[in-house]
């Protein structure tokens, strides 16, 4: 940068000794110090602050302890100064501590930024910090009521500097809760913002409705999803912080329908690869591999990368094999590793049983098309005689909706027998948040498009009154005779659903409130209500073939690898009009 009032010789001569500086403090740098690619790891996160929506509550209503609450409402700046002003000041005597409970006004993914102020002592003193899915999570202790720091640190200590800004915390949360810790001290803080780091990535899938519930559940479980897209493509925010490949399918099949084609997507799917060679089951469980194969089909159908596929064809074809070798000469599968559909089915072995059986069945239809795609004819008729012998046994559904969900999808029950028999009972009870999504996949099969949406409006929008912005782990609909909701102060008289209920790995405050798996109804009202079905790889054929229900309209858009289809539909005397706009390069089929 050159001054004005300065002489051009003296600008000349300052630039030149800046420059030689640097290149002499570089060249001290000792070569085994170098930063090359090697060394250095990219994200594709952004990084944004949010300022907090409103005070949940205050330690002290007087105004003597905690005080200028108000004042962290204000967007800040991330920067201290010298001002004087009227900020929140929390204050501790020799009994007593302030603290206050913070609402970003929805669930996100990150920490938080402090800013103080001149005022403070030096050093300013320890604040607790407490991250909260739920209002009661930050009033928790970790140890008690399923309260933990597991794969993320959401309770801890935390100095603060004076006159500085800090940045703490890596979790999912909507909630913070701040207490000052040392006796007889007081803290001044300027700003308070949460950190929000995501994919900054547009949502090219849309859906639209007469009915706004509807609409905030696709929404909702849209969002969900992009929250885990971090580096890796998680199943939860907070907890699973991980790579699970079978909770991935619901998430993968919500990508398709809203973001297209993302690389966390290879990334996650070439991970688990690579960390399960041969003969090993994918998370120790044998469903997960098998769900690995049903996400790279759905994934080439859908974007029609066959170069990726091709990466694969040396451990599909050895899966396919290792899979093989798990048939008995009954046609009945005898799958070791962990035997595991989801969590609400795992005391059920009848229903596991059928599960697999299942499972086996579609990863091996879908063995035949990707073999014949990758030219493995060999491994094709491999699959092809493992579906006849699998088709052999008929397992019994064992009144699990999990079990007669596989078993339609697969094709050995009917569709309609399982609807009839199992699904369509008891309207949302015996749901499940993962394995949700394929109940209402089989309900869609037998031709009970209605019953699947009315099954969307009450499980998911179960959620939505209690306050969630995204989609939960796991959740039963007797939760909310008189469950508080998760985004206030629980009253004496209500339930905290948070603290109160769940069960196997996530219970009480371990359950996560932000879980992938969940997502279902945003992929499933997109196929099947705005009516996309791919027909052929990388969406070249696409058949819109809606089923609107108890809708009057509906309208939305679906993303391909050559662009956007804008789709539109309309019930009239005459029945539905159908409208849809879509890149040249796709086919479209249209069914009413």
């Given at each position: 940068m050159f001054f004005p009032y300065i002489s051009k010789k003296t600008q000349l001569i300052s630039f030149f000794k800046i420059f030689y500086s640097a290149i002499w403090i570089y060249a001290q740098i000792p070569p085994s110090l170098e930063l090359s690619s090697s060394h250095i790891r990219s994200t594709e996160l952004t990084q944004k602050f949010l300022t907090p929506t409103r005070i949940v509550w205050k330690s002290d209503n007087t105004g003597s302890k905690v005080i200028n609450a108000e004042s962290i409402l204000k967007p800040g700046i991330g920067q201290a100064d010298l001002n004087q002003g009227e900020y929140l000041v929390l204050e501790n005597d020799k009994?007593?501590?302030?603290?206050?409970?913070?609402?970003?006004?929805?669930?996100?993914?990150?920490?938080?930024?402090?800013?103080?102020?001149?005022?403070?002592?030096?050093?300013?003193?320890?604040?607790?910090?407490?991250?909260?899915?739920?209002?009661?999570?930050?009033?928790?202790?970790?140890?008690?009521?399923?309260?933990?720091?597991?794969?993320?640190?959401?309770?801890?200590n935390l100095k603060l500097p004076w006159l500085g800004r800090t940045i703490a915390g890596e979790t999912g949360f909507r909630f913070v809760r701040i207490d000052l810790i040392d006796p007889e001290t007081k803290i001044e803080?300027?700003?308070?913002?949460?950190?929000?780091?995501?994919?900054?990535?547009?949502?090219?899938?849309?859906?639209?409705s007469d009915d706004e519930q509807l609409n905030k559940i696709w929404m909702t479980g849209a969002y969900t999803v992009h929250l885990n897209m971090q580096d890796y493509l998680w199943d939860g925010i907070k907890r699973d912080r991980l790579v699970w490949v079978g909770d991935m399918h619901p998430e993968v099949m919500t990508i398709n329908s809203v973001f297209g084609y993302n690389k966390v997507v290879p990334k996650s799917l070439d991970l688990a690869r690579?960390?399960?060679?041969?003969?090993?089951?994918?998370?120790?469980?044998?469903?997960?591999?098998?769900?690995?194969?049903?996400?790279?089909?759905?994934?080439?159908?859908?974007?029609?990368?066959?170069?990726?596929?091709?990466?694969?064809?040396?451990?599909?074809?050895?899966?396919?094999?290792?899979?093989?070798?798990?048939?008995?000469?009954?046609?009945?599968?005898?799958?070791?590793?962990?035997?595991?559909?989801?969590?609400?089915?795992?005391?059920?072995?009848?229903?596991?049983?059928?599960?697999?059986?299942?499972?086996?069945?579609?990863?091996?239809?879908?063995?035949?098309?990707?073999?014949?795609?990758?030219?493995?004819?060999?491994?094709?008729?491999?699959?092809?005689?493992?579906?006849?012998?699998?088709?052999?046994?008929?397992?019994?559904?064992?009144?699990?909706?999990?079990?007669?969900?596989?078993?339609?999808?697969?094709?050995i029950?009917?569709?309609?027998?399982?609807?009839?028999?199992?699904?369509?009972?008891?309207?949302?009870?015996?749901?499940?948040?993962?394995?949700?999504?394929?109940?209402?996949?089989?309900?869609?099969?037998?031709?009970?498009?209605?019953?699947?949406?009315?099954?969307i409006r009450e499980y998911w929008g179960g959620m939505l009154d209690l306050g969630a912005t995204t989609f939960w782990e796991?959740?039963?609909?007797?939760?909310?005779?008189?469950?508080?909701?998760?985004?206030?102060?629980?009253?004496?008289e209500k339930i905290d659903i948070h603290k109160t209920y769940g069960s196997y790995c996530y219970e009480q405050f371990r359950h996560s409130l932000c879980h992938g798996w969940a997502s279902g109804p945003t992929s499933w009202l997109t196929q099947h209500v705005l009516g996309v079905n791919i027909l052929e790889p990388g969406s070249k054929k696409v058949l819109?073939?809606?089923?609107?229900?108890?809708?009057?309209?509906v309208k939305g858009t679906f993303p391909t690898p050559f662009g956007i289809i804008e789709i539109e539909h309309k019930k009239t005397d005459k029945g539905v009009i159908s409208k849809y706009n879509a890149p040249d390069e796709v086919r479209v089929v249209l069914e009413n």
């Open positions: 009994e007593s501590k302030s603290g206050i409970i913070i609402d970003f006004g929805i669930q996100i993914q990150g920490g938080i930024e402090i800013v103080t102020t001149i005022n403070n002592n030096n050093p300013v003193g320890n604040v607790r910090l407490r991250f909260g899915e739920s209002v009661g999570e930050t009033m928790s202790e970790v140890g008690d009521d399923g309260a933990t720091n597991d794969h993320a640190m959401r309770d801890f803080i300027k700003e308070i913002s949460a950190v929000f780091r995501y994919r900054d990535i547009p949502y090219l899938g849309s859906f639209t690579d960390l399960t060679p041969l003969p090993n089951w994918m998370n120790g469980i044998s469903s997960y591999s098998m769900w690995w194969l049903l996400i790279h089909h759905n994934w080439y159908y859908y974007h029609g990368d066959l170069n990726y596929l091709n990466q694969q064809r040396e451990y599909i074809v050895g899966l396919l094999k290792l899979l093989h070798s798990k048939i008995d000469e009954n046609g009945k599968e005898i799958l070791d590793g962990a035997r595991f559909l989801d969590w609400p089915s795992s005391e059920n072995i009848g229903a596991i049983h059928a599960g697999l059986q299942s499972l086996m069945v579609m990863t091996f239809n879908a063995g035949i098309e990707l073999c014949e795609i990758l030219g493995e004819f060999e491994t094709l008729e491999i699959c092809k005689n493992a579906v006849k012998k699998l088709k052999k046994h008929l397992p019994s559904m064992s009144e699990s909706k999990q079990a007669a969900a596989l078993l339609s999808i697969s094709g029950v009917k569709p309609q027998q399982a609807n009839l028999e199992i699904l369509s009972r008891d309207g949302v009870h015996k749901m499940s948040t993962f394995y949700g999504y394929y109940m209402l996949e089989a309900r869609a099969k037998a031709g009970d498009y209605q019953g699947a949406i009315d099954n796991d959740f039963d609909i007797d939760w909310t005779k008189n469950g508080a909701r998760i985004d206030e102060i629980v009253p004496d819109i073939k809606p089923n609107l229900g108890d809708l009057n309209w």
